[in-house]
């Protein structure tokens, strides 16, 4: 008999023959590719990295060739293996265009598959898309809080304006950032295309980049279970996955959207969470099954919602208890004022059910639902998020708010600045983080994205209050949404949080690259720089914990940080952390090469690094560690200009940061910025807004950085080395 697995995906039958799969592994004990005998030989294992794809009843055996990770099922485990404990009864309620699917997926479950990928269709996610959520160790991830009490995907993912088209609505998505639970069910978004949708556009607006979002008690989502991956914990919901109907459109019948309802109800009251994958490629001839789920959840309407909503399981059922008594409550007329099932699907989940309780299938803790549990989505980190857009597909009047240097940046020919509409964003590897260290400094949001917006695909913008945003930004340019964090930094004092939010958003980017917005970078000069390590400035000074002054950053005898709450008694209090946490197992190793790499830096045993740092770059494959320093220094109110550069050189030591050429000037010296900035350095610090109301300051920057922007975007080529 076959051995158990931890993976399985299960794919339609009829379409088997179109199964894609991403990367080849070998499939042989040895490293080797068995031949086709094998493969079909089911009492022999096959030997995987990492998923295993049944294939029952496939017609075209030829598939076998070239799917090396495929093994064919056949039919004589079903009648002993599964069948023993159900009832003969139970099992004659079960219609056949659902037996396979669900024989399948109770054979996977028997074979003690810790994660299950079912889809309706022929198309698989890259493999590492449903790797990165299988595992049971806590993330971070955005999770939706409204405005809306339907989460529609398709939104999240999407160009607003390829998406929406003209009608944008000027809502945006709002978020929490925090820890999710383990146990998930996780939809691929389905084919996030609209009438008159060609691949081309789709593929131009779907953002594969953005974070992964989920949705907690008190939200619903307008998506489908076509293509759904599970925990084995969370196995139960697939009931949602099951057929209703002969027809490949059974996920489209208003039957079935109730029924995803239903089992995402039930979902509220367990320890599990539902999250979101970016959509799978459309056909090539689109409809739009989205498009009818959407509108058919939107026409059950708010006040059916309300209802589900309001419906609360007896205190003493389990989880599987809870669904059935909400199958049985809305079998009721009275429920909905309509009959939302029919006999024979009612009979369906419940002999699923029945089968999930007699297998004695492992389902996840009932968490009652309560006012504490529905609050629990707006505890966290608040931001909004849009997905990137493809400025040069709608009118540049609606893909940028308006062009704020058309008449202060004159050509030379005098004539008002036409700003570039990139064809692509230069920079897709990056996300760029813009810390604004008072909030009213928001309402220049409108010149940075004609200075980075164009050149980054993704920028996210940092500031202590969501109230100051939306008055001086979205309330005025609603028509141009952009992704915004709100993060109490004490004007940036703590300014290091905005970088650890951004990391936890979850972004599948190369890195992140936060600057303050007084920073001038060179664009142009970031496309060679190396993705994989961090970026500092070319200055660092060491600061011994026990003195009570610093060198100065700039002329002056003493650094002034130095001397305040957040200088040396704040680096005393981080120096005696690192040490008590040293000494907890399960952090010794981590606090011990931390403190190892910091000595190698600053030659001395209680010593802290620290720097002007209004530009840093983090390489992705720091983020986790960074935030998990981040945090204590962040709770011991490290000021940022010893926090940034010290957890830089704890990860990885100063031969291991990238020094970035660029100047920092301080008061008076920011006069001489003509003579000191140069377009060879990365960045220069610090230009003020407010330089622009001054002619030949204005005029400087069109020439020296805005007009050398516009030349770096007119190439085509794009930076993007992330996966």
Not at 612 to 617: E, G, L, M, Q, T
């Amino acid at each position: 008999t076959l051995r158990n697995f931890r993976y399985a995906v299960i794919g339609r039958e009829q379409q088997s023959a179109n199964l894609t799969v991403d990367a080849p592994l070998y499939t042989g004990p040895n490293g080797t590719s068995p031949g086709e005998d094998t493969v079909l030989n089911t009492n022999k294992r096959i030997y995987l990295d990492k998923w295993e794809i049944f294939v029952v009843n496939l017609a075209d055996k030829s598939l076998l060739a070239t799917c090396k990770r495929c093994q064919l099922l056949k039919d004589t485990w079903r009648h002993n293996v599964l069948t023993e404990k159900m009832a003969h009864s139970d099992w004659e309620q079960v219609p056949a265009y659902a037996r396979e699917k669900l024989l399948t997926i109770l054979y996977a479950l028997r074979r003690s598959a810790e994660w299950l990928y079912v889809t309706d269709t022929a198309e698989i996610p890259a493999e590492d898309t449903l790797l990165s959520v299988c595992s049971h160790q806590a993330r971070t991830a955005p999770v939706y809080r409204g405005p809306s009490p339907v989460f529609e995907p398709c939104s999240h993912f999407m160009d607003p304006y390829i998406w929406y088209g003209l009608r944008k609505p000027d809502t945006q998505g709002q978020y929490s950032i925090k820890v999710v639970p383990t146990d998930s069910v996780h939809m691929v978004v389905n084919n996030c295309y609209r009438r008159g949708m060609d691949l081309h556009k789709w593929k131009e607006g779907l953002d594969i980049q953005a974070p992964r979002p989920y949705t907690m008690s008190g939200t619903f989502s307008s998506t489908d279970f076509r293509n759904v991956l599970v925990s084995r914990n969370m196995a139960w919901a697939l009931v949602g996955s099951l057929p209703l109907t002969g027809t490949r459109l059974s996920f489209l019948t208003r039957e079935s959207v109730h029924l995803s309802l239903l089992v995402q109800r039930v979902l509220w009251e367990s320890s599990g969470v539902l999250g979101f994958l970016p959509s799978v490629p459309p056909p090539k001839t689109p409809a739009c099954p989205s498009c009818a789920v959407n509108a058919t959840v939107h026409e059950i309407g708010l006040a059916h919602l309300n209802k589900l909503s309001a419906w609360r399981c007896k205190q003493s059922n389990n989880l599987l208890q809870c669904f059935q008594q909400l199958l049985e409550d809305a079998s009721t007329p009275a429920f909905l004022n309509t009959t939302i099932l029919s006999s024979q699907t009612r009979s369906l989940v419940y002999v699923w059910l029945q089968m999930f309780i007699s297998q004695r299938f492992p389902a996840s803790s009932r968490v009652p639902v309560s006012a504490e549990k529905l609050a629990e989505k707006d505890v966290g980190i608040h931001i909004q998020l849009t997905a990137a857009k493809s400025m040069h597909v709608v009118s540049p009047k609606l893909s940028l708010p308006p062009n704020v240097f058309v008449n202060l940046c004159k050509t030379e020919e005098s004539k008002p600045y036409n700003a570039q509409i990139p064809v692509n964003h230069r920079i897709a590897d990056i996300l760029l983080v813009v810390i604004f260290n008072f909030p009213w400094l928001v309402a220049h949001i409108p010149t940075l994205e004609y200075v980075y917006g164009r050149h980054f695909r993704h920028v996210l913008y940092c500031a202590e209050s969501t109230a100051d945003f939306h008055k001086l930004y979205g309330s005025r340019y609603g028509v141009n949404p952009v992704s915004f964090v709100e993060i109490p930094h004490r004007a940036g004092y703590w300014g290091y949080d905005c970088m650890t939010a951004a990391a936890r958003t979850g972004y599948k980017v190369a890195g992140y690259l936060q600057i303050s917005d007084d920073v001038i970078v060179n664009v142009w000069n970031l496309h060679s720089l190396p993705r994989g390590l961090p970026w500092f400035q070319s200055s660092l000074k060491v600061a011994q914990v026990d003195r009570k002054w610093a060198p100065d950053v700039w002329v002056t005898k003493y650094w002034w940080p130095w001397t305040l709450f957040c200088g040396q008694p704040a680096a005393v209090r981080v120096y005696e952390r690192l040490r008590a946490l040293r000494t907890l197992p399960e952090f010794t190793d981590r606090i011990a090469t931390f403190l190892e790499n910091l000595y190698l830096v600053t030659g001395c045993d209680r010593c802290l690094t620290y720097e002007a740092s209004d530009i840093f770059y983090l390489p992705a494959n720091l983020a986790s560690e960074f935030t998990f320093f981040s945090d204590i220094f962040s709770q011991n109110q490290v000021f940022l200009e010893i926090a940034i550069p010290s957890i830089l050189s704890g990860l990885v030591t100063d031969a291991g940061i990238y020094r970035l050429r660029g100047s920092y000037l301080w008061f008076q010296d920011r006069d001489r910025c003509p003579y000191v900035y140069t377009q060879f350095d990365h960045f220069y610090h610090a230009w003020k807004m407010s330089k622009f109301a001054d002619v030949k300051q204005a005029s400087f920057f069109c020439k020296e950085v805005l007009f050398r922007i516009d030349a770096d975007l007119r190439d085509t080529r794009v930076t993007n080395t992330s996966s």
